[in-house]
């Protein structure tokens, strides 16, 4: 027999956008239950950039200085490497936000210390080892989820069911919406070597000879993406894995003596690129999220803070309809207004660096040539600012609404 829970939200997925979101309207008082398929939050090669509109977020909540505590590497100036030249291309120290910098940070961390925080207000429920598998439907509209958790079956009702659970979500295969595909030319295989204390500083990107690399300074190791045209996983398994060593020897030679580390292509974690969005994110009762409503490419890192800002812009939509029992479904057309056009920009943006850098290193038809507007980067530095504020901040950056939650008193936490 199904256990039974009665919620106003129920917001499936536990990543960045879900465990954001359910922190958020705990906090403004409603009544809300995060659902994650996962025993923990502990897996590896997901987006670990914590940008300053994140980051302004922290602040914003009063968790800024207690979320500094947690250890991580901060950047404040991004540089590629195209050719044999470097070129910074964004410039952090200028944004005008309370932290000026990129904070690269483990996402299973992140994810805990919002996890923790949200479980101080009452009104919040974590459920983890609990997988959504359907939608319950009564004419008309969404009215809970069904899902597995660790006792068994759990039926939850709730005024509202967002979908957080990724590009690959489930409840979104559901409804039948629309999804507008954009296209990507890559896939990525991410993998780690240890880094000594001697290694030099690297650039965050490198564009050579063909190939693709970003390299990621995570103090004992380097995370890296070996970047690949979309679909030819296959042809660098048949190649081997000593010619795989010999391409990773030519982008990072210090790195060499290292390479036993990768033992087996298999090791290689995949990540499919692509870039897509919903036509519509919403049907009543229903909202989409995050990855579930813009998978977005890893170019620039955003993925993970344009996430949190759907977060931000849902919650502070949604939080006093909710509380109120009187949501309706132009609520949820509001949040997808608000976000669509930072979603669209965005992607416009990314697709551009795919078809003036990324296709043009992996099909060979750039011979370690920058791009026009990277050598104009290099040449004048104010310019670094803008592309700082397109990462950093995003094309819109919300501001977490606090002022009713204060007035009413609702959802302080306990002490």
């Given amino acids: 027999m199904s256990e039974k829970v009665t919620t106003d939200c129920c917001v499936v ?37 914590i940008h300053p ?31 044999d030249g470097d070129f910074p291309i964004a410039d952090f120290r200028h944004l005008p936000t309370k932290c000026r910098f990129v904070a690269f940070m483990p996402q299973w961390d992140f ?28 004419p008309g509209r969404t009215v809970g989820v069904r899902a597995v958790g660790p006792e068994g079956p759990v039926e939850i009702r709730a005024a509202l069911v967002v979908g957080a659970d990724g590009r690959q979500s489930i409840i979104r295969g559901q409804t039948g919406l629309e999804v507008q595909a954009l296209g990507a030319p890559m896939d990525a295989l ?12 690297q650039p965050l990107g490198r564009f050579q000879n063909g190939r693709i690399l970003i390299m990621i300074d995570r103090g004992e190791h380097w995370q890296i993406a070996y970047v690949i045209p979309k679909g030819t996983l296959d042809e660098v398994r048949r190649a081997g894995l000593e010619a795989f060593r010999d391409a990773l020897a030519e982008l990072v030679p210090f790195t060499r003596p290292r390479h036993s580390e990768v033992q087996n292509l298999d090791d290689l ?42 977060a931000v812009a849902a919650s502070n939509e949604l939080a006093g309809p909710l509380r109120a029992g009187k949501m309706t479904t132009d609520h949820l057309r509001r949040v997808q207004h608000r976000r669509e056009f930072p979603t669209k920009m965005t992607q416009l943006l990314q697709v551009t660096m795919q078809n003036k850098l990324v296709y043009p290193t992996l099909s060979g038809k750039k011979n370690g040539s920058a791009p026009l507007m990277f050598r104009v980067l290099r040449r004048v530095p104010l310019l670094r600012r803008m592309p700082a504020m397109l990462m950093g901040m995003g094309v819109r950056m919300e501001r977490v609404r606090t002022r009713e939650a204060e007035a009413n008193g609702a959802g302080k936490p306990p002490g």
């Fill in 13 to 49: 997925g536990g990543g960045p956008a879900g465990i954001v979101m359910g922190l958020l309207l705990a906090r403004a008082g409603v009544r809300v239950t995060v659902l994650e398929k996962h025993a923990d939050f502990l897996r590896d090669f997901r987006g670990d950039t």
């Fill in 53 to 83: 509109s994140t980051l302004e977020v922290m602040h914003q909540l009063g968790l800024l200085e207690r979320f500094l505590q947690i250890p991580y590497r901060k950047v404040e100036e991004l540089r590629i490497r195209i050719g």
């Fill in 111 to 138: 994810l805990n210390f919002i996890a923790k925080e949200s479980a101080r207000y009452p009104s919040y429920s974590l459920r983890m080892r609990t997988e959504a598998t359907e939608l319950i439907q009564e």
């Fill in 190 to 201: 991410w993998f780690r070597i240890s880094r000594s204390p001697d290694d030099p500083p």
């Fill in 269 to 310: 974690k995949l990540l499919s690129v692509r870039i897509d969005r919903l036509r519509e994110w919403y049907r009543p009762g229903l909202l989409f999220i995050g990855d579930a409503a813009h998978a977005m490419s890893p170019i620039g890192g955003v993925g993970v803070n344009l996430a949190i800002q759907d």
